[in-house]
Each structure stands twice: as C-alpha cells, then as structure tokens.
C-alpha cells in the first residue's frame, strides 16, 4: 500500500523552529518529485515547497523563502521540511504529497501551531 | 500566479441531486494540468479528477470533469450520503501551484 506518514508537528514559539518528517512507503521513494502542501485553520491549501527525486532542485513559496528548507533521504525514503524563523501565519496542518503530475497521494499531515 | 476562484461557495443538495461545481482561472491552464480534490473534515485531500477529466483510480464514475482555458466544472451526477465534503480545484500548469479556495457541498 502506497503511504505517506508525516511527523514532527507541534506547538512552537514565535521565531522558534521545527523540523517536519516525512515517511514513505510502498512506492519507489526515489522516483518522483515531492511536495508539502498546508492548509491553515478553516482555510484553503496552499502549496510551500517541492523537491525534485535527487534532490538538486527545490522551490518554494514566496510566503516561506529563506526560512524553511526542504530536502529528502532516499536512503530512508523519507522526505523533510525544515522551518525556521516560525510566524503565526504558518500555523496550518502540513500534508506530504507525492508528484506523479498530478499531486496524487497525499499523508494525513501533521499540525504545526505557532503561539506564545 | 494563477489565481482559481471557485463557485459557489457552499451549495446545499439533497442525495440524488446532481451537484456541479465550477472553477474558474485567472489566466489559461493548460487542461492537462487541473485537478479536482475531494476533502472530508479532519481527513486528507483525496485526488478525484486529473488532466481536467481524468478520473483518478477508484473514483467512481458519477464524478466527471469537463472543461478548458479559463473554466472547468466538476460534476456529480446522483449525489451520495458520503459526497458531501468540500471540493478544491488546482492548476499544476504553471508555478507556484495554486489551489482554489474549495466549495463545501452540504446536505439540504
């Protein structure tokens, strides 16, 4: 069963920071582009980041630019989301997508709230 | 940035009703590249339609998706109790993805 397992979420201070994990199984890891999409409370999705399958390409969304890293383990097939400099505009659930054009499996996510 | 405004934003149906949804683009998208989700409270998006029309495996065949350029429609021919959920369109034509801020199909 293809299966994407996110964790790492949790309450954090403003300015604090989180790393998010990403487990993937039943499927070749290695073999397709990889996205976090969030969605803040009782909000739209909104795409953050992308990862190409080596991992020498990644994108991101304006919103999140210069504080959050994305980068993968194709060794552990898991794939990670760095977030640093957090604002409370970045409190969302966090969902783990895989890329086959279109965006076709997508994990339960993780809950990131950021709050002092 | 493409910008995908969907329609209405809660539209209330009883089952065996047909349900049809639109998005509408900002700009043109390519149909290869626009996809409909199907999301259920505290549940993750689950992909329904691909390449405007396409459906995704094991979606069943009441879900159909139509159009091109600046509008698609999402269509549910004969609306069943486990339907009613929000739907979101999105263009992965152009980057930065984007997503439409979703229509909530709710039980009249």
């Known amino acids: 069963e293809v299966q994407l397992v996110e964790s790492g979420g949790g309450l954090v201070q403003p300015g604090g920071s989180l790393r998010l994990s990403c487990a993937a199984s039943g499927f070749t890891f290695s073999s397709h582009w990889m996205h976090w999409v969030r969605q803040g409370p009782g909000k739209g999705l909104v795409w953050v980041s992308r990862?190409?399958?080596?991992?020498?390409?990644?994108s991101y969304a304006d919103s999140v630019e210069g504080r959050f890293a994305i980068s993968r383990d194709n060794a552990k097939n898991t794939l990670y989301l760095q977030m640093n400099s957090l604002r409370a505009e970045d409190t969302a659930v966090y969902y783990c997508?895989?890329?086959?054009?279109?965006?076709?499996?997508w994990g339960k996510g993780t809950t990131v709230t950021v709050s002092s | 940035e493409i910008v995908l405004t969907q329609s209405p934003g809660t539209l209330s149906l009883s089952p065996g009703e047909r349900a049809t949804l639109s998005c509408r683009a900002s700009?043109?998208?390519?149909?290869?590249?626009l996809a409909w989700y199907q999301q259920k409270p505290g549940q993750a998006p689950r992909l329904l339609i691909y390449?405007?029309?396409s459906r995704a495996t094991g979606i069943p065949d009441r879900f159909s998706g139509s159009g091109s350029g600046t509008d698609f429609t999402l269509t549910i021919s004969r609306l069943e109790p486990e339907d009613f959920a929000v739907y979101s369109c999105?263009?992965?034509?152009?980057?930065?993805?984007?997503f439409g801020q979703g229509t909530k199909l709710e039980i009249k």
């Open positions: 390449g405007a029309s």
């Open positions: 700009q043109s998208v390519s149909s290869s590249y």
């Open positions: 999105q263009q992965y034509a152009n980057f930065p993805y984007t």
């Open positions: 990862i190409n399958p080596d991992g020498s390409s990644t």
């Open positions: 997508v895989r890329d086959t054009n279109p965006m076709d499996v």
